[in-house]
């Protein structure tokens, strides 16, 4: 019975169910990813208008049943774009879809938001991890300077390519007065960074890099937006089958000594003999015996070195400290999961070798990024990490030193030995020709260490919350925490200790042990609405921020014995010094707010502000307001626009009031330290040991930007930006008279207002293209000019004018004969100061030059300077090309520069103030004055006065660099199919291949330039 009654059920419930099942009809396919060809589990498939959905399996298969009413169907994907495609009469349906990396090209990332290029009005750039791809650099500095050269990375002329410096950095020009007190924030993932951890970064695991420029675009940032903003955004896991990718980057350093010109053995023997380096000068010797006894001396010098020319003695010192240099960089990410849950790990190591021996950065990193993904409810990212570096400096210390070196000396002896000094005449004779000379090369064979080591743990965590249909929650947090140590040693045997007579001051140890502890929480909102044609969005946030930073050095000294190189060995601490301890805190607190309203993607309008509370400020000024407005206008989404030759054409403009707080902490802040060092009636005293100015206003960044972009002929991208960019009550650290007291003599203050204005231009033009072979070419062309001009300045930058000459001290006495910083009102932050000059007097090769009176003389006076100069360039920019034909591609990029004067110092060191005693420029000997009649730019050869800061040696400079050339190679899909491979990737590249100037001057005079050459090799299975 019970058996005839469930046959009748099922027997209903087919009958029943029969008309549904006949009126649907399934539909099958498979999912894969078009970059890679592979399957995609999990990806979400579903019919618009009804609750009917499914997701692909492991394979990237799926099945579905759909009523007759549906005319579409949805595939989307986290990660990839999601495509809709048309049902008709098709009962299979594959479906190839593309990663949205792409899409970055259109979107802009400010770290709150992402928002469509055409409804943003501000002024910013966007380096998609396509355009990261296609260089192949360890230095990201110049990779983001080759795109756009409103990033400008400051050449250094003393530091060169040594690679534990991090360049002083500054986009859209200098507002205040400083050492790195103009360089842009740094944001990663949401946080702020320091420029040294961008330096660091693997820029494998970046996805994107935004750069913000104007009010508009930084002013969320409030009182750290006044320099700009770069906003790193690093790579989510990508989900679907586990891949494993590694790529190998091993690069070739050679250095570049092409800006030396020192003489050869003969040459610098012969210049000597010219400018009477052996012959007896010196008056005061009024003794017969002696006069005679020294020319001997010298004669005897002169004769043994021309034998030493003669038998081929050519040292060229210049090559000692330097080596090319093989380094590799690797780099691991393993990934995969699915629509809910992605993971990525990643690793990379490099050891980065300098062009000097014996110096490099090591750089390393790893983490582990975990995404949880609730479709349109909630999406959580983790990631922690660990990042460090190791920087070793070189032993063989200056590269100045073997510049300097004459050639005509061996650099060992008969035994094989180092020779440790030269120029020893005799007991009586030590200052003969120019008093002893030591060897670099001996102390660089003493036991060393310069070495430095920091690595931060860290934890980003970030949560989204859909909280109602057009409402948003986001949650950020971090925590971090830094460890940093150093090292350096100097022997006892150094010859830095050779007139040291007391063995507890030979020998130095300097120990430096801290780090700093960092955490940051924003929480903001976000909503969203359209109406029709109006679409609204709001952000709001608070968010706090506090780090603390401490230090403590020991200075020992006294080392017997350099066999054994330990702290533990020293015999004291150096004088007047004792363990030293410092603690910096920082906190910061603020509430930005943006508006967007948006008409038919049309008409933008942008309002924001900022509340900012800082530590770094006084109690009188804790809290700061910023604002910007910004206006945009879309002109081809109008139907009137319609035309065949612009496709695109969007004006935008904003203004706004933004700040810069890149200053010491310790500015505002009176501070003592206690010291075991001073004791008084058995206690121990406060020292004081920081004056502090709680008057400090905050300085406030006036912007503002008139920008335009178009697409012209479906051809030219451009883009046009002019903006004028205000900093007033800038901020700098002042030198005070003694008299006040102010441990070292110096204060910070509010010093005046200084105008930046300038341009930007930005175009890539198609030249040619061909799709059915993938063909393409495109030439860019990139230009800015800015330039800054002091509107107001106050009695104190004034006085700075004073204390920032430098006076090198020469024979004893103090001379000027370099430019220093200087500030005059209504002139350049860039200025160069310094003596009018005539040139040369042909008939005694003498200097005339022209005194503030309009008189000519041949006496240089220091009241007689002026503005010679201004080092500004007019134009610069970046030129480059891209070529593709199928997998391959050829990118060369180049830079330039036009119209600014540079200082050449190289002329004033080593060409007039060049002593006879050491090696010097080769125009020494052939563009200097020896006889009447000549018409040179140098003086007299046998002229020994210093020559002073004089407009002779102010220089134009045009210049173009051949930045870099990278050539890529991807394998083709039929290949990689066969070896069942997702991607093969190789790469040549190099960078600064060559440098073109107008001026002929020594670069890299403490740690010279390098050339590098870059082979790459990425593979992903």
């Not at 693997?202 to 969320?220: G, V």
């Not at 030493?308 to 050519?314: A, F, I, P, R, T």
């Not at 706004?656 to 890149?662: K, L, M, R, V």
């Not at 200097?928 to 018409?935: N, S, T, V």
Request: glycine residues 8%; aromatic residues 10%.
């Amino acid at each position: 019975m019970n058996r005839k009654l469930f046959s009748l059920i099922i027997l209903l419930c087919l009958i029943i169910s029969f008309p549904v099942f006949s009126q649907h009809k399934v539909i099958t396919g498979k999912v894969i990813a078009a970059d890679g060809g592979f399957p995609i589990p999990a990806v979400s498939i579903r019919i618009p208008g009804t609750k009917i959905g499914t997701q692909t399996d492991a394979d990237g298969k799926y099945s579905i049943a759909v009523p007759p009413s549906a005319k579409t169907i949805e595939f989307s994907f986290l990660g990839f774009a999601t495509v809709r495609e048309n049902i008709n009469n098709r009962a299979v349906i594959d479906i190839a879809l593309k990663s949205d990396i792409s899409g970055l090209d259109d979107v802009v990332v400010t770290g709150y938001y992402k928002r469509n290029k055409e409804s943003f009005t501000g002024a910013s750039t966007t380096i998609t991890r396509k355009q990261l791809e296609k260089f192949n650099t360890n230095n990201i500095f110049s990779l983001i300077q080759s795109i756009d050269p409103a990033f400008k990375v400051a050449q250094d002329n003393v530091k060169g390519s040594n690679p534990n410096v991090i360049p002083e950095i500054s986009i859209r020009g200098i507002g205040s007065v400083g050492s790195n007190v103009n360089t842009p924030l740094v944001i990663l993932d949401g946080f702020q960074v320091s420029m040294e951890r961008l330096y660091d970064l693997d820029i494998n695991r970046i996805e994107s890099i935004t750069l913000l420029k104007d009010a508009s675009a930084t002013i969320l940032y409030g009182s750290r937006g006044g320099n700009g903003v770069v906003v790193i955004e690093t790579r989510l896991p990508k989900a679907g089958k586990f891949t494993v990718t590694y790529e190998a980057r091993p690069t070739l350093t050679l250095v570049d000594l092409s800006a030396y010109n020192v003489m050869d053995a003969s040459e610098k023997l012969a210049y000597e003999k010219l400018a009477g380096a052996y012959t007896v000068s010196d008056k005061t010797l009024n003794d017969p015996f002696w006069v005679t006894d020294y020319q001997m001396k010298l004669d005897n010098l002169y004769a043994k070195r021309m034998v030493d020319v003669k038998s081929g003695v050519n040292t060229y010192w210049l090559s000692q400290p330097v080596s090319s240099s093989l380094s590799t960089a690797h780099s691991i990410r393993l990934e995969g999961g699915n629509d809910e849950v992605r993971y990525s790990i990643d690793a990379s190591y490099l050891n980065a070798k300098g062009a000097m021996k014996e110096s490099g950065r090591k750089k390393y990193g790893a983490g582990f990024n975990l995404v949880y993904r609730i479709p349109n409810k909630i999406s959580l990212r983790n990631y922690a990490s660990l990042t460090g570096n190791d920087a070793y400096n070189s032993p063989y210390g200056s590269f100045s030193q073997y510049v300097a070196m004459n050639p005509y000396e061996r650099i060992r002896d008969d035994n094989g030995q180092l020779i440790s000094v030269y120029n020893k005449v005799g007991d009586y004779f030590g200052d003969t020709f120019g008093g002893n000379v030591y060897n670099p090369l001996y102390n660089a064979s003493l036991p060393y260490k310069d070495a430095s080591q920091s690595t931060t743990i860290s934890n980003n965590l970030s949560l989204e919350w859909f909280a109602i249909k057009d409402l948003k929650v986001n949650i950020l947090a971090t925590i971090e925490k830094q460890f940093d140590q150093s090292e350096k040693y100097l022997s006892p045997l150094d010859t830095r200790f050779i007139l040291v007579k007391a063995k507890e001051d030979k020998g130095s140890y300097v120990l430096t042990n801290g780090g700093a502890f960092r955490y940051e929480a924003r929480l903001s909102l976000q909503y969203s609405k359209k109406i029709k044609k109006h679409q609204f969005n709001a952000v709001l946030a608070g968010e706090l921020r506090s780090s603390t930073l401490d230090k403590t050095t020991h200075s020992l000294t006294g080392f017997v014995d350099d066999r054994f190189v330990s702290p533990g060995l020293a015999l004291k601490y150096a004088t007047d010094t004792r363990p030293e301890y410092i603690e910096i805190p920082e906190r910061l607190i603020g509430i930005p707010l943006n508006i967007h309203y948006d008409y038919d993607n049309r008409f933008l309008l942008d309002l924001s502000s900022r509340i900012d509370g800082s530590s770094k400020f006084g109690k009188e000024n804790r809290y700061g307001s910023f604002w910007s407005a910004g206006v945009g206008y879309n002109l081809h989404k109008e139907a009137f626009f319609k035309n065949d030759i612009l496709q695109q054409l969007r004006v935008y403009a904003n203004v706004g009031e933004n700040g810069n707080d890149s200053f010491s902490a310790n500015m505002t802040s009176t501070s003592y330290q206690y010291s075991s060092a001073g004791v008084y009636y058995n206690q121990i005293v406060a020292q004081y040991t920081n004056q502090g100015n709680p008057s400090l206003t905050w300085p406030k960044v006036f912007q503002t930007n008139l920008g335009l972009q178009s697409k012209i002929l479906n051809r030219i991208d451009l883009r046009f930006d002019w903006y004028n960019k205000v900093t007033n009550r800038m901020i700098s650290q002042i030198t005070t008279t003694p008299s006040l007291g102010f441990p070292n003599n110096s204060v910070f203050e509010n010093l005046g207002k200084v105008r930046n204005r300038g341009f930007e231009i930005s175009t890539s033009t198609l030249v040619a293209s061909n799709d059915r072979n993938n063909f393409s070419w495109y030439i860019n062309l990139n230009m800015v000019s800015n330039h800054s001009k002091l509107l107001e300045i106050s009695d104190e930058l004034k006085k700075m004018n004073e204390s920032n000459v430098v006076k090198d001290i020469i024979n004893g006495v103090p001379n000027i004969v370099r430019p220093s910083i200087y500030f005059e009102q209504g002139q350049s932050m860039s200025v160069i100061r310094g003596a009018r000059s005539l040139g040369i007097d042909p008939t005694n090769g003498r200097e005339l030059f022209l005194t503030s009176g309009g008189q000519v003389t041949y006496n240089w006076n220091s009241n007689d300077q002026a503005i010679i100069g201004n080092s500004e360039p007019k134009i610069e920019g970046v030129l480059g090309t891209t070529l593709s034909y199928g997998r391959l591609s050829v990118q060369a990029n180049f830079n330039y520069s036009l119209g600014g004067d540079v200082y050449n110092q190289t002329l004033v060191d080593r060409v007039e103030n060049a002593t006879p005693f050491l090696n010097v420029d080769k125009r020494v000997l052939d563009e200097r004055w020896k006889q009447p009649g000549d018409l040179v730019n140098f003086k007299s050869i046998s002229d020994n006065t210093v020559t002073q800061v004089s407009s002779r040696f102010v220089q134009r400079e045009n210049y173009i660099r051949f930045s870099n050339l990278n050539i890529n190679f991807d394998l083709g899909q039929g290949i990689l199919h066969k070896l069942k491979l997702q991607r093969v990737k190789f790469n040549i590249s190099t960078n600064d291949l060559f440098r073109i100037s107008t001026v002929r001057m020594e670069r890299g005079t403490d740690y010279p330039f390098s050339r590098t050459y870059n082979a790459g090799f990425l593979i992903q299975f």
